[in-house]
């Protein structure tokens, strides 16, 4: 059967999706943050980021500043699979975020000119992570 | 096969469509990078135990002290997967304006009234047969700035989660016979007019409650198979 057509999560998403500590998918865990930007690298504060990876999950709507975190365990693959919805995505957009130091099959066979865009840097007691929908540094988006 | 993928191509929008304006900004340039084959069927969903369903979440008509204005409705139907199997105990979140076209979130800034008695937001679980079934208000049509004189038709919110990551969906329910239908961009993004199609809902009978609200039926698809079902 064919699927049902994806379209944009639209602007007002923010009174229904977001659910308590939906950020938090491990509160002794390790915080990643970031922001997401537009081609005119200007902040997205109306996209929704959803991470997951062996059990955890978590999901955080942006700010003003298109800025969004989360708290997590490290997970043993390495990666958090990330599904990232916002106004003007008409559909959602897959990517990962590595942490530093690790490697697979799937990292390994991007262009290494982007391959940093889909790993977390070390940033104090934080990693950083941001997604550029457009412009230098693009990030790598899978499907 | 290429037919077939270029067929379920043409019934997903592309990521640029210039008549959405917001997506000039916000598309990626770069082709999306292919993982290998049937990776997204077999990376496991979400795990979205966590997102709270409480008894009730389904009926948006009876989440504050009185009843919300507007036309009550039923809105109800089926999540199969690609292979037409029920897609079981699986999370559907719907959010739509109130009966005068307007959001409860902060954000809009329509002038519309607001209704104290509905805020716009559901939850439920499908059941055994993959089924499910909201009582809510038909929404309001709503201007949107994206072009001169721009409405949107009157459309639900729906957000499901599959039994892999390929089936997460994000989409739109619309109501049949809408005369904003067929000049919204976001809508027509979708290039084949049967993709559309399968965004509109349609009247039943059979789910309308005599003498208390109309019923509207409407089919969902998850990309993917259920060879990893979820029970969580």
Known sequence: ?143 | MTEQKNDQQSFEPPYLYPEYRATELRAPRHHLVTLPDEWFHRAPGPAFGRIPVRPGDADLTRQHRGEPLGERIVIGGRVLDSDGRPVRNTLVEVWQANAAGRYVDPVDDHSAPLDPNFTGAGRCLTDGDGAYRFVTVRPGAYPWRNHANAWRPAHVHFSLFGPSLAGRLVTQMYFPGDPLIPMDPILNSIPDPRGRELLVARFDLDTTVPEWALGYRWDIVLRGRAATPVES
């Open chain 1, 1 to 143: 059967m064919v699927p049902t057509p994806s379209q944009t999560v639209g602007p007002f998403f923010g009174f229904a999706l977001p659910f308590d500590d939906d950020a938090i998918s491990a509160a002794d865990g390790i915080r990643i943050e970031g922001q997401v930007l537009d081609g005119a690298g200007q902040p997205v504060p109306d996209a929704l980021l959803e991470v997951s990876q062996e059990g955890q999950f978590g999901r955080c709507q942006t700010d003003e500043e298109g800025a969004f975190h989360f708290t997590v365990r490290k997970p043993a693959a390495g990666f958090f699979e990330v599904t990232l919805f916002a106004r003007g995505l008409l559909r959602h957009l897959n990517t990962r975020i590595y942490f530093p130091g690790e490697e697979d099959a799937v990292l390994a066979s991007i262009d290494p000119k982007r391959r940093h865009t889909l790993v977390a840097r070390g940033d104090g007691g934080v990693l950083r992570f941001d997604v550029r929908l457009q412009g230098i540094d693009e990030t790598v988006f899978f499907e």
